[in-house]
């Protein structure tokens, strides 16, 4: 494609149709990697040329991080200015825009205030007359259910179908009159108020048809029942918009996304012109088989055909790992080798996609361990936590004790009575002699810049890192670390400090056992303990504690690099959705994990279709290679449980087409593997 040929010159007829089709409803509905997002993009382009201004049209994506990504490809497309003035928004935050400038229709003050989940569940409780957390949780659910399908208070009190809903009904209605008393609103009702004002006031429904005049929208099939008449309401008679999804990708239904959304369409614009795509260009032969074998367990809405000109490909890769460590491991080591492979992908190139959000850390940690940079998406990084990271501060300041932004953490956390103004008057001397503030905490002549209680209590901290460095250079092997880690978090309190700062028992609970497993971790890396894995047992070569604390400080200065770095991706599948890698591992596809269940359930054949459009979505984010792992033995609660493989895994077929592992890469992996290991041990290269 030549520089200024039109962005819809690489397009294949059936996006084109799409694409040019302008004067009427436009639905496409089609597979992974069809190029439906490709299409919104170009049209966006094409309908700029066909005579609309930019301020009236609408892109509605699902997640600010897609809203954000589309802009910068609409910028590059039609130029940064036509793009400033494109309405490219989630249906959330084109609610806030709605309830920002016309919300005093609805008689709510301009600045009225959007309250957060914790808010609401505080307003619940209130509501409610409860303290029970688990009990507002509840309601919380049942109230945004209802109003996800335009149920209100008075409605609710009539469908209600047991005491709970009862309950939750009569709750409902003191929670709206306290929103209404605070001049609040919810994450909910930034749709159904907007919708209300549109349905019930003909000149805001004028003067908003009026203004966009052409909406697009991306992952359709994620649209909830009060969305989609927030769109109707938007598009009005004239129908003037172009839709585009996947029934085999909808993975919100347990938030009320519903199916029903896209039968709907054809029967409420009979006008509506439904295209299809089929050809992918994503992803490789065997990945794509892989991704149709599994999502043809579904029953079909769309039937729909998926192929692909990339040619087969490398054969889908199965993992299978003794425990969530060692998949880990796997993962990275998989990352190592494929890098070192030829001219090697960047670290951006990768993925890690899991089913939830806790299976992160251990990943994050062999990565940090291999020194991988990487970014959590779409979730809090373990190493980002505030209590990780005020060990880290400590830990830090054992190794260095210059770090000055170390020593200003550690000084105060847990609080030792050393205030703000004996710090300030601190951080000038250090200044002032040109030293860090460790180093000034002992000098003979800062008794003149701060009180005797002061200086007592700053010589004590000081005699405090002193004892423990000394400790920690002369602590190795696993038993003893651990021994040193825990006495030295009792010395300084760190549980009690937990506690006194966190109203909630249960959070200071969590953040607590978070600590434990991080001193788990350091003790462990502090090695002299015998393992076994995958059939091959060792001894961890022992390290004293400062060692490890130093390669844990090397680390840290990694992850303080910016966005817009050369970084793994660890994600979610429901926050994977409509983005790609070349290289993606899919982890933990086993049995209670993906498909994901509680034990207590029983797994309806609706939340099982579900999980298997999730299968499908992990899948088909894959470009070029993709590695699937299973756990034969995996950590439930406290206990270590038989890992059973997914049932998705045998549904892929990886076996029809060679997909088994050649012996000669495998050898070529545990090299890898071990080469791993051996530079994990070894010290960082700073
Ligand atoms: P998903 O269902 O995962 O959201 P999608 O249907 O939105 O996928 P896109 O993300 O638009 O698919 O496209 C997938 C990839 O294929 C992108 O890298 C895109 O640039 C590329 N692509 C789309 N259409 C074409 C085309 N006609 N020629 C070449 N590449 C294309
Ligand atoms: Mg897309």
Redesign the pocket.
Known sequence: MSSNAPPSA???PA?LAAVHHLDGPCLVI?G???????VITTKIWQLLHSGYRASQIAAITFTNKAAQEMRERAQHLVGKKAAKDLAISTFHSLGVRLLREEGTRLGLKEQFSILDSDDVLNVLKDAGGTTDAKQAQRWQWTISLWKNNGVGPLQAAQIAADDDERAAAAVMVRYQERLAAYQAVDFDDLITLPLKLLTTDAEARAKWQNKLRYVLVDEYQDTNAVQYELLKALVGERGMFTAVG?DD?SIYGWRGATIENLKRLPQDYPALKVIPLEQN??STGAILRAANNVIAGNPKLFEKKLWSEYGDGEPVVLLEADGEEHEAERAVARIQQLRADGKGPAFKDFAILYRANHQARVFEQALRRAQIPYKVSGGQSFFDKAEIKDLCAWLRLLVNQDDDPAFLRAVTTPKRGIGHTTLGALGTFSAQWKCSMFEALFSESLATAVTARALAQLHEFGRTVNELQYKARHTEGHTAAHAMLTEWLKDIGYEAHLIDNEENEKVAQARWGNVLDFVDWIAKRCGGQHSEEGGVSFTEPKQSVLDVAQTISVILSLAERGEEQDQVTLTTLHASK?L?WPHVVLAGVNEGLLPFKRDEEEMTAEALQEERRLMYVGI?RARTTLAVSTLRRRKKGRDTVVGIPSRFLAEMKLNEGGTREDPREKLKRMRAELAAKAAARDEPQP
């Open positions: 690489g397009l294949n996006q089609a992974a990697g069809s190029g439906k997002t490709k996947d990708q260009y994503r409509g790609e088909t």
